[in-house]
């Protein structure tokens, strides 16, 4: 038989393919906008003949129906990283989270979650019967690897791109049975950044050589950083997510992979976030390979690239440097995701530089300011990346490098990093709490010190 032969006699119809599930089922479903819409709103439908049936994913763009309270225990959410509409739905108390190291995906499919039934939204076979998983479904070559399933269910969608790449795609023979549905991708808006981001992006890119090997998060601050990167040359992409800011570095010949020293000359990528003009420029497109997340997070692989700029965003910071990421006091906000893999991955590079941004303030707009550097963080807030593996920590009141400092300095660095309305009152509280000494003066100055904040050079000079 033939593959074609092959995809015939596995063709069903999508209400025919959710009529396989039964409960107790535990399924992995392709996150974001790669999600098989179409066989989730079905599923839905039957969701009160359904009992403790378990969905795995994450990051997702659309408001799916089982997601409301109703369905709880009948058709339950897993989430493995909490995007904007998880958070919507957190309140309908369907959704349990589990925050991870991406690097570990695929331990956490095959030991942890270890699901008996998968569905991949994938695109129209090509003339040799393999079918693309799309955008965000090479969460997918983690699990094909690593777990063998009972039922494997493609929703075949002639709107999704193509991606090139190790692991990027599944042939007909692999999989148990096929239907078909067309429909527009999910896509994430563009987050267009303000004047604080950009001044942020600036202090970023002055450390960032030509050559370098660049990861970026998504968000207001790593698309202004994108912006920003259009001065560089001989730029390099290793990055989780391939965002739009990086289509015109690519475009314009800024990022040429050329210096790279693993994968030369291509963009390696473990999922495409944005609208449809990025998933038009990932389509087809043979300077881009995509790869497993637990390959492309995994921080021994991220060590042999020279000069790697790990660059990632932050909700909150301590005085010590503890970052927090995923939560804002008891309440998640994201997941642990591919940070503490970058920045891990930067510190053993050779020449590389990890970056974590924010914002001083929050609530500005709204009059009420608060700040984002703080003495301790509330209760609950998660600390994502430990001040141990920190190195440069940016708001746009100055860049410090927090990198094997004493305790001491890094108060007095965060502090005048902080908005200026609020450096009294976090010195304040510093030296109560006894991280610092009141008139306290640096013993020493580190060699590799860089300060793009006048007030700080004032203050380790006086």
Partial sequence: MNWKEDYQSKLISVEEATRLIKSGDHITVSPGGSCPVDFMFKLAERSEELENVTITSGLLFTPLPHLYRKCRGHINHHSVFVGPLERFFLGEENIEITSYHFSQTDHLLAKVVAPNVVVWEVSPPNEKGYMSYGPLGTFANDVSRSVRCEKIICQVNPKTPWISGTCSHIHVSEVDHICEAEHDLAEAPYMAPGEDEKIIANYICDLIPDGSCIQLGVGKIPNAVGEALIKKTDLGVHTEMLSECMIDLCLKGVVNNSRKTLHPFKTIAGAAVGTRALYEFIDHNPTIDFYPISY???????????????????????????????????????????????????????????????????????????????????????????????????????????????????????????????????????????????????????????????????????
């Fill in 296 to 462: 492309v997070n995994n921080p021994l692989n991220l060590a042999k690239i020279d000069d790697f700029m790990s660059i990632n965003s932050a909700l909150t910071v301590d005085l010590t440097g503890q970052v927090c990421s995923e939560t804002i006091g008891y309440s998640q906000y994201s997941g642990t995701g591919g940070q503490v893999d970058f920045v891990r991955g930067s510190n053993y590079s050779k020449g590389g530089k990890s970056f974590i941004a924010l914002n001083s303030v929050s609530g500005a707009k709204k009059g009420n300011p608060k700040t984002r550097i703080v003495n301790a963080l509330s209760p609950g807030t998660i600390v994502t990346t430990p001040r141990t593996d920190v190195e440069y920590i940016i708001t746009e009141q100055g860049v410090v490098n927090l990198k094997n400092k004493s305790i001491e300095y890094r108060v007095n660095a965060m502090i005048n990093i902080a908005h200026p309305d609020f450096r009294d009152q976090l010195r304040d509280e510093a030296i109560e709490v006894g991280l610092l000494r009141k008139g306290w003066k640096p013993a020493w100055t580190p060699a590799d010190d860089i300060v793009k904040n006048q007030a700080l050079k004032e203050a380790n000079n006086e």
